[in-house]
């Protein structure tokens, strides 16, 4: 059996046996290179939930304070929010079944499309280390390893961290990279500036990146409340853009997964990892923490240990 | 008339003299329109905009006045926009997404000068499209790849050269300024063909739906279809028709400026009361809204269907809800 | 084209705290310009934006009467950026107001009939213009026999307690108020709206009804009983509005914008629309 008859038999014999109400997974998408998230509440739909290299979306996000007894179908990054969630209450843990599911990493549709041009793929084929993509007027084929989102190319905790039942064979952890940020702590303040006025300014603030977050869930967001005004709404402002940015990062300190979920909602293309990645990596060498890798660990921010560097104190 | 793509840049050089000029331009890895200074910035090979044509007319933050308060009393500076525009290349489904919006912007009682100057001194160059993308539906939506409803002027695309036709007075005024050669026979059935032949996605049947979704605002069918919604407004923003905005003030003391925003019903805070009451407190009462807005409200007040079928939210989706699939759906159920 | 964005200068003359818990304030405006207080031409159940300079604007129903001329007045709670900011403005400082904006009550279709207004809490203000407008000599003769039930938590909270007095000593309005809870010295009525609504049991040919939602939702069964027909039961809807011409999409119901619309809407009209407001 392949990892998606895996899943469906699962999810089946889970809502069978009633020992769940809902199977929150992924379905096949609209579109080449889409899959959509996909709530399964009878062992029917259950045969409609697969695994593909473009499960992208994080589905903790939907397991927040839900009433009903949960099975999800979780990748790496999804368990560690979900651990995440669980610790912050927002996720109760005997209410939830996690269907891991090792990852070898999604690819990232906006990546492809710039490969091909821009051009429409109407088809899509997985040989599994390649991707044949098919057009009106062309064919190409691509290595995933080669368009597969920065973050999935540098996670260590592809194999889910806590799970039920784990669906196939842990895959070997990845090697933590942080070159791409220790490049951009190379530049200059005023590159690194630059490089984030140009990539703001293209902002239009329609949220998605803090939709889509999993751990983004505020009842109300800084930026939307009116009294006070914390914030300009207007997308025009490059530095109000930017700083939505900056603090949202800063709220997710020691508690961003680095899923990169933001930054595959973001429907302008901002390269939104950057800022997450850099607060990441820097949490994990000031106080050796990383979020959501196990259920015990404390939150980063809210401990104080003894070697905890005090150099940004005055 | 026709004009050889290779003579375009020149003209828009022309034209860009006299008028401002906005055109698709390719700009930190987004095709938008932007005022062009010169005729080979414009990039007319595009599928279409990131963001829709909308926010040349209707832009997504707009300073509608300023104000200053003095002891001497209060003193307003109003923004109305009265530049001469030639948009360039805006794709069929775009135009007639203006032509929607004319009717929010003007109705019987008030007249929105900001949106309506700007109209009024704006005309439309339409582009056809010879290559929809597989995302398209303009051709379900009473508009179509070379559809001229809201163009000015209208360019098809026949290879070398671009077949031009003057749509409405306006437009024919221009073009008899510009004098163009005339399009030979060959040219002009070479356009007639795309024209004809050419069709987006035309298999989205919404005949009746309008009436049909008028009696389903109860209906089960609302309880999940916003179920993997995020709740982001990347879709209303991207949408060409979605017109819905915000008024805020930003000012320092007594002096600043009344700002328009774009605002989204799938907020939770569009329809928050002051009461803490809130009419649509949920997904499933935002995406109702969304779609019922688009297919029966608009239709009921206006007569049309507030959807051109540019597919911009079925790409820009992070979660692939496809209005598609939904208004597919809603034409399966009893 | 006139812009409708934009304000109308108005002074304040008045900031007059209304009720007991200091919530709710009156404001009094003068027009600026003579011949913008000769435009502004309202009716009663119509509302306005009022523009504090540097901070915002918000809509707000008159209610003053356009019986009284040369002013507008708005009676205001505390609860947002704007009103708050209004809350602590100095008598002498210049707004700004854009309108008059909505539909208003009937007031040319009900002319000869008799009428029975219902408020409860601060949603009093445009009832308060309609009382004005009506027992104004110029138009008392074209409507018939006047009821008014008018309820507040505790009597600190009853809006316009001089004009309610003088209502009571009139003989051509029969005026109803109530609380919540006995309290010493009352001698009003006692109870909720729609228990007091059902006691006086009123016959009138139209009903006008204003108040919190749940005092509504409760109410309109009492009107049916007493048989008025949903063509005969008339509300004003408070939905969140920000442009008030149509336009901006915030305060749409259906087919329906409430601020241009509305706000005032018949039962029967309001049974027609999503249950969104």
């Known amino acids: 059996m392949n990892t998606t008859e895996k899943i469906r038999e699962t999810a089946k014999k889970l809502l069978a046996d009633k020992k769940v109400d809902l199977v929150v997974g992924f379905a096949q998408g609209s579109l080449p290179l889409r899959s959509t998230p996909y709530f399964a509440r009878t062992p029917e739909e259950a045969e409609n939930l697969i695994w593909s290299a473009t499960c992208e979306n994080n589905l903790a996000n939907f397991l927040r304070k839900r009433p009903e007894k949960t099975a999800v179908i979780a990748k790496g990054c999804d368990v560690r929010a979900i651990v995440g969630l669980i610790k912050e209450g927002q996720i109760n843990k005997d209410n939830l079944t996690i269907i891991g599911v090792p990852c070898e990493g999604m690819v990232d549709r906006k990546q492809i499309c710039e490969l091909v041009g821009g051009k429409d793929i109407l088809e899509v084929t997985d040989t599994g280390a390649e991707l044949i993509l098919k057009g009106k007027d062309f064919e190409q084929t691509v290595a995933k390893a080669d368009v597969m989102f920065g973050s999935c190319k540098t996670c260590r905790y592809n194999t889910p961290v806590l799970f039920d039942e784990l669906i196939g064979e842990a895959v070997p952890a990845r090697e933590a990279d942080y070159g791409d940020i220790e490049a951009f702590e190379a530049l200059s303040a005023e590159e690194r500036n630059a490089y984030i006025a140009q990539e703001m300014q293209k902002c239009i603030r329609c949220y998605a990146c803090r939709q889509a977050c999993p751990m983004c869930y505020c009842s109300e967001c800084f930026v939307d409340c009116g009294s006070p005004a914390w914030i300009g709404k207007s997308a025009k402002s490059v530095d109000d853009n930017a700083l939505f940015q900056a603090v949202r990062v800063f709220h997710l300190a020691g508690r961003c997964v680095d899923c990169g979920a933001c930054e595959r909602a973001c429907p302008m293309g901002i390269k939104l990892s950057l800022l997450n990645r850099k607060m990441v990596k820097d949490v994990k060498e000031l106080f050796g923490a990383e979020a959501g890798v196990s259920l015990e660990d404390p939150p980063a921010l809210n401990t104080f240990k003894f070697e905890d560097k005090e150099d940004f104190l005055l | ?334 | 084209m006139r812009n409708p964005y934009l304000p109308l200068p108005m002074k304040l003359v008045k900031n007059f705290t209304e009720t007991s818990d200091k919530l709710i304030h009156t404001f009094t405006f003068e027009f600026l310009n003579e011949q913008d207080a000769e435009n502004f031409q309202y009716r009663p159940g119509q509302f306005a934006e009022v523009m504090v300079y540097g901070k915002g604007e918000a809509p707000f129903g008159i209610a003053s009467s356009p019986t009284e001329k040369g002013i507008l007045k708005f009676s205001v709670a505390k609860v947002g950026v704007v009103s708050t900011a209004l809350h602590m403005l100095e008598e002498g400082t210049i707004v700004g107001v854009r309108g008059p904006l909505g539909n208003s009550y009937p007031l040319e279709q009900l002319k000869g009939k008799s009428l029975t207004i219902i408020g409860g809490g601060f949603a009093f203000t445009t009832l308060r213009s309609t009382i004005q407008y009506i027992l104004d000599p110029a138009n008392r003769g074209d409507y018939g026999d006047l009821t008014v039930i008018y309820g507040a938590r505790n009597p600190g909270l009853l809006l316009y307690k001089d004009e309610l007095a003088a209502w009571d000593a009139r003989s051509d309005i029969n005026l109803i108020t109530t609380i919540d809870r006995e309290v010493e010295g009352w001698t009003g009525r006692v109870g909720f709206i729609p228990t007091v609504t059902k006691e006086v049991a009123p016959k009138s040919d139209y009903a006008i009804i204003c108040g919190p939602p749940v005092m509504i939702k409760f109410t309109l069964p009492v009107l049916v009983e007493c048989g008025f027909t949903p063509d005969r039961i008339i509300m004003s809807l408070e939905n969140r509005m920000k442009c008030g011409i149509g336009m901006c999409g915030r305060c749409n119901v259906g087919s329906k914008y409430v601020c241009k619309d509305g706000p005032v809407f018949t039962k029967e009209q309001l049974d027609r629309l999503p249950n969104e407001y």
């Open chain 2, 1 to 334: 008339m026709i004009i050889n793509k290779n003579e375009i840049p020149s003209l828009l050089d022309k034209l860009a003299a006299e008028y401002r000029v906005m055109a698709p331009v390719k700009k930190n890895g987004l095709v938008e329109f932007a005022a062009i200074k010169s005729g080979e910035e414009a990039c007319l090979t595009y599928a279409n905009t990131k963001k829709p044509g909308k926010e040349i007319l209707f832009p997504q933050s707009e300073e509608l006045f300023n104000y200053t308060v003095d002891a001497e009393g209060v003193r307003m500076q109003d923004n109305v926009d009265p530049t001469s525009t030639i948009v360039f290349g805006m794709r069929p489904c775009d135009a007639k997404s203006l032509v929607l919006l004319d009717n929010v912007f003007k109705n019987d009682q008030y007249e929105d000068v900001y949106y309506l100057t700007r109209r009024n001194n704006t005309l439309i160059v339409g582009l056809g499209c010879n290559e929809p993308a597989a995302t398209c539906f303009c051709s379900s939506m009473a508009c179509g790849p070379f559809s001229k409803e809201g163009s000015d002027i209208f360019l098809t695309d026949i290879g070398e050269a671009y077949v031009v036709e003057g749509i409405s007075e306006k437009g024919k005024e221009l073009l008899a300024k510009l004098g163009l050669a005339e399009a030979g026979a060959e040219a002009r059935a070479a356009a007639a063909k795309l024209q004809q032949e050419v069709k987006a996605d035309g298999t989205i049947n919404i005949e009746g739906l309008s009436d049909k979704l008028g009696g389903m605002f109860e209906h089960p069918f609302w309880d999940r279809l916003h179920e993997k919604c995020l709740g982001c407004a990347a879709c209303t923003y991207l949408c060409p028709t979605c017109h819905c905005f915000d008024i805020a003030d930003e000012a320092k003391d007594c002096n600043g400026c009344r700002v328009r925003n774009w605002d989204a019903c799938m907020f939770p805070l569009f329809t928050l009361h002051g009461s803490g009451h809130n009419p649509r407190p949920n997904g499933k009462a935002r995406w109702r809204q969304r779609l019922m807005h688009k297919f029966n409200y608009f239709v009921e007040r206006y007569n049309a269907t507030a959807c051109v079928g540019c597919g911009r939210c079925i790409k820009n989706c992070p979660v692939n809800l496809d209005i598609r699939q939904a208004l597919a759906d809603i034409r399966a159920l009893d």
